[in-house]
């Protein structure tokens, strides 16, 4: 859909949100994978939810899009 339609799609603040969304996703994906080889599965919890946050804002972020 974003290639439909990609010089409207890429100048609204939606997609913007969607991008530092998947962006900060990566970030925490990687601080997570960096602890788990140091200490072991210990006080990941709190990483986890914020990287399903993060993901569940760039999936809704993405479907907004479509929208407006």
Do not use: E, N, P
Request: aromatic share 8%.
């Amino acid at each position: 859909l974003f290639i439909a339609d990609a010089t409207v799609k890429s100048g609204q603040f939606v997609f913007y949100v969607k991008l530092a969304c998947i962006a900060l996703a990566l970030m925490v994906a990687h601080t997570i994978v960096t602890r788990l080889r140091q200490d072991g599965a210990r006080d990941l919890r709190a990483l986890a939810l914020v990287s399903l946050v993060l993901w569940a804002g760039a999936i809704v972020a993405g479907r907004l899009m479509a929208y407006l």
